[in-house]
Nanobody
Framework: QVQLVESGGGSAQAGGSLRLSCALF????????MAWFRQAPGKEREGVAA???????TYADSVKGRFTISQLSAKNTLYLEMNSLKPEDTAMYYC????????????????????WGQGTQVTVSS
């Protein structure tokens, strides 16, 4: 059984910063590809940033240069450092995981991940 628990959401003003965390509870002998997704009201869930089992990282164009995804060496905790926040970053943010590698071109696709957290809300005011 794999469980993902997000934390760190909250409110910030435009230009501010927030840091999200995701703790993965699963099988210690398996490496997971992990990612952050977000979903704003009335919109589809979209990939924000992802890290593959081999350390490859990819970002959505909308967050490049502002967000940084990272992982503890034990690979059981995932982070998303969000800087220069914009009101359009307001959304529920979800952590996702898959037990194995993902193709580089698929790392930000929702259907590539089978495990999901409950989400943490991020609200950015102008």
């Amino acid at each position: 059984q794999v469980q993902l628990v997000e934390s760190g959401g909250g409110s910030a003003q435009a230009g501010g910063s927030l840091r999200l965390s995701c703790a993965l509870f699963g099988y210690a002998y398996i490496s997971y590809s992990m990612a952050w997704f977000r979903q704003a009201p009335g919109k589809e869930r979209e990939g924000v940033a992802a890290i593959n089992t081999n350390g490859l990282i990819t970002y959505a164009d909308s967050v490049k240069g502002r967000f940084t995804i990272s992982q503890l060496s034990a690979k059981n905790t995932l982070y998303l450092e969000m800087n220069s926040l914009k009101p359009e970053d307001t959304a529920m943010y979800y952590c996702a995981a898959y037990p194995g590698p993902r193709a580089q071109g698929s790392m930000l696709l929702r259907q590539e991940y089978g495990y999901w957290g409950q989400g943490t809300q991020v609200t950015v005011s102008s």
